[in-house]
């Protein structure tokens, strides 16, 4: 992830939220103009009124913010902390308060323990560094992950980098979709354009986005841009504006999918795409109102390839809106199968089941009524959601200081409930510490920057609890693919960038990482097999010593040939091989895909004689089948187990090692 320069960043704990880091602060080290778009709720919070009242403007240095406490419907007491809050920032940085801009997010209705917030201040800006992670980590409610995003582009001949981080999961509706989200720029434009930018971004992205169209108190999006790019300033529409601006809207589009893919209690991100309609309004109208209805949402998470609540969705919004268009003459697609066109149309039901379980579920209605086109994003409905919010605020108690804390006395969480989660827990810690784990990652796993994080985190925690993982990486194939000509040397650095990346989260986190290529120490030697792939020596002794030392290996598959030249030997390849030379307990596999689909349903448990005759059977997808080589060699050696999981779900890994039931196929010997 790109940063801009001029810019730091923290995040501590000052005592809102008991345990969790609670105060953000984003620092520009020179003036910088600033845009803001905010909630259209009426029942705003007091930082949004102050804020919205402000902006934009020009030579702004701070925006502070905090979790665990929206600061919203706390009358005049919520505007004077808002007040001691901008002060005491502006003097721990020896600015103006009026460079200074705040926001809030969390319980409504609790005062603002504003006391805690100034205690910490100092801490906070003394511990300021130009790395996003802590602060966008301390603006998180209900969230499960931090959602970072950069973009580079160039105005003029000037590089300029934008990059991001944001927090929302629940209380997701259009109009901001319930987020706070700041944007860090070093391009040099004016307050004013950049707020019209901001605008036109944020009404194509976080305006489409709807989790249970509950609309926040709070919603609170900023953009500061302190110009030490050096590019021409941007002061009227032109190239350099459409540039900036695509870029922009390009970013909080992905913040936005982020968003809907944590939504509380989410199985799956949904997209609704809206071509045909008679109008633009209209467009953007129906495919929010898609993913915003409990029906179709409960139908995504069971899988239930319902195209009749889409089109009555689409009609019931049509008539109280008076749209001018029949759903009847629609034609409706789900993951890519059309399943109506202006009559219903046959579909083979289980395998469009399959393909629901997918982390992302596209649908796509043509209401033929005009040229107009829109798409919206939002999450299935699942029972977690229910579970969550009634236990949200139930859980919650006032801190005789100020703050919130957990009363675990209250709520639907029963003893009996806890203490099966944690038997069953702590019984596969304790049954894993000590043995050995190759994790071969690629796909969208490591595409996706905040999959990249998760990955990074679930890998840090297998550490933590005593298994020993050793982590095999390639890049995305779209990203090698876009190589002109498959350019051999451009992919291997490709590889040693995400390398780099990888190590670097790791150890950034806390972890002992060290990057391994195939190459150090001739750790793996390609070795030509008649009418075959390139086969894989392993010479694990790097790697023995790594883990004995405690370090955690990051390998890139890259080996030497007979002739002395680089190769790319795939990631299940040097995985499999890795895992029986090491005498690996697992083999965990994160792909594009759920595990093994049988029917539309997936396959919880294999034997590796399963797993050959559906292989032969030709049961399994070509990707699956294309893999299995590699699985069963690992199997018949010292290999236990090899697990089949999802890479574009994030935490897979602790689900399924951690739990009775797992989420992806289990394939053993």
């Given amino acids: 992830m790109r940063l801009p320069a001029g810019f730091r960043f923290a995040g501590v ?38 804020a919205e009242a402000r902006l934009p403007a020009e030579k702004i240095r701070a925006i502070v913010i905090n979790s665990g406490n929206a600061n919203a419907l706390t009358g005049p007491a919520g505007r004077d902390a808002v007040a001691t809050v901008l002060t005491a920032t502006a003097a721990a940085l020896g600015v103006d308060p009026a460079q200074v801009v705040s926001a809030s997010t969390g319980v409504i209705g609790m005062l603002l323990p504003q006391h805690k917030i100034v205690a910490a201040l100092p801490r906070c800006v003394a511990e300021l560094s130009p790395e996003p992670d802590r602060a966008a980590e301390a603006i998180m409610t209900t969230d499960t992950t931090r959602k970072l995003a950069s973009r580079t582009l160039k105005i003029g001949d000037t590089d300029v980098t934008l990059a991001a981080f944001c927090k929302g999961s629940g209380m997701i509706a259009p109009q901001l979709a319930t987020t706070i989200a700041v944007v860090v720029t070093d391009c040099a434009i004016d307050a004013e354009v950049l707020d019209d930018a901001l605008e036109a971004a944020t009404h194509a992205t976080f305006d489409q986005l709807v989790v249970d169209g509950d609309m926040s108190t709070n919603d609170s999006v900023f953009v500061l841009a302190n110009g030490r790019a050096g590019n021409a300033k941007i002061a009227s529409d032109g190239p350099a504006l459409r540039t900036f601006a695509a870029a922009l809207r390009d970013m909080l589009d992905e913040l936005a999918r982020a968003v809907a893919a944590d939504g509380e209690g989410a199985t799956k991100r949904l997209e609704a795409i809206i071509t045909g309609a008679p109008t633009d309004a209209c467009a953007r109208d129906l495919a929010r109102s898609i993913c915003g209805s409990p029906l179709v949402k409960a139908a995504m998470f069971g899988q239930d390839p319902n195209w009749g609540r889409v089109l009555s969705t689409v009609g019931a919004r049509a008539g109280s809106q008076s749209y001018d268009l029949d759903p009847a003459r629609a034609s409706v697609t789900i993951q890519g199968v059309r399943v109506y066109d202006g009559a219903p149309r046959p579909f083979d039901r289980a395998q469009l089941r399959g393909r629901l379980r997918e982390p ?48 675990d006395r209250l709520g639907n969480y029963s003893p009996a409930f806890k203490r099966a989660l944690l ?32 990955l990074c985190d679930d890998v840090l925690l297998l550490h933590s609890v005593g298994l020993l993982p050793t982590l095999v990486h390639a890049p995305s194939t779209e990203r090698v693919a876009g190589l002109a000509n498959g350019d051999a040397r451009a992919a291997e650095m490709m590889t040693g960038q995400l390398t780099t990346e990888l190590v670097t989260q790791l150890n950034r986190r806390g ?140 935490h897979n890994i602790i689900a399924e090692l951690f739990t009775d039931t797992g989420v992806g196929t289990l394939v053993k010997p």
């Fill in 511 to 650: 972890g002992h990482a060290v990057g391994l290529s195939g190459k150090d120490a001739a750790m793996l030697r390609a070795r030509k097999v008649a009418d075959g792939p390139l086969a894989v020596d392993v010479n694990a002794g790097i790697v023995e010593a790594m883990l004995a030392q405690g370090y955690i290996p990051v390998v890139a598959p890259v080996g030497i040939g007979a002739d002395g030249e680089a190769h790319d030997l795939g990631v299940d390849a040097v995985a499999s091989g890795l895992a029986q030379a090491i005498g690996a307990d697992k083999l965990i596999v994160l792909s594009d895909a759920a595990g093994v689909i049988d029917n539309g349903d997936l396959v919880t448990e294999l034997t590796a004689a399963d797993l050959r005759a559906r292989r032969d059977g030709g049961t399994l997808t070509p990707e699956m089948a294309a893999r299995t080589p590699s699985l069963l060699g690992a199997l018949a050696e010292r290999v236990r187990a090899v697990h089949l999981l999802d890479g574009r779900t994030p």
């Fill in 423 to 454: 038997v069953e827990a702590l019984a596969y810690i304790s049954r894993f510490r000590g043995k050995r784990c190759v994790i071969a990652a690629a796909g969208t796993a490591l595409a996706r920057d905040s999959l990249r994080r998760s």
């Fill in 13 to 50: 704990a000052c005592g809102i939220k008991p345990h969790r880091p609670d105060l953000a602060l984003v620092v520009s080290d020179a003036d910088a103009a600033c845009a803001g778009a905010f909630t259209i709720n009426r029942a705003k919070a007091a930082p949004v009124a102050d």
């Fill in 360 to 407: 992302e579920v596209v649908i796509d209605v043509d209401v033929r009524a005009g040229e107009h086109g829109a798409r919206a994003y939002g999450c299935d409905l699942s029972y977690d959601y229910v579970k969550l919010n009634a236990d949200y605020t139930s859980l919650l108690v006032e801190a005789p200081g100020g703050g919130v804390a957990k009363d």
